[in-house]
């Protein structure tokens, strides 16, 4: 599989948590980027949250394929 696939994949790939951990693992260590990325994320998750609390199946449907 050639680099541009796998990059093709990564974009199309909607899983939060691998979003999140890629951000994370990227940051550079120590330079104090991992705070900010934990505050970026953890607002991040609570608008989803919200997303979610007010749309329930919404979000669901969204990823039906099809």
Do not use: F
């Amino acid at each position: 599989m050639s680099n541009n696939n796998i990059q093709n994949k990564k974009k199309t790939y909607n899983d939060p948590l691998i979003e999140i951990l890629e951000r994370y693992s990227s940051a550079n260590s120590g330079s104090g980027d991992e705070e900010n990325i934990v505050r970026e994320i953890s607002k991040d998750l609570k608008d989803k949250v919200k997303d979610i609390s007010r749309n329930p199946l919404g979000n669901l449907i969204a990823k039906v394929p099809g």
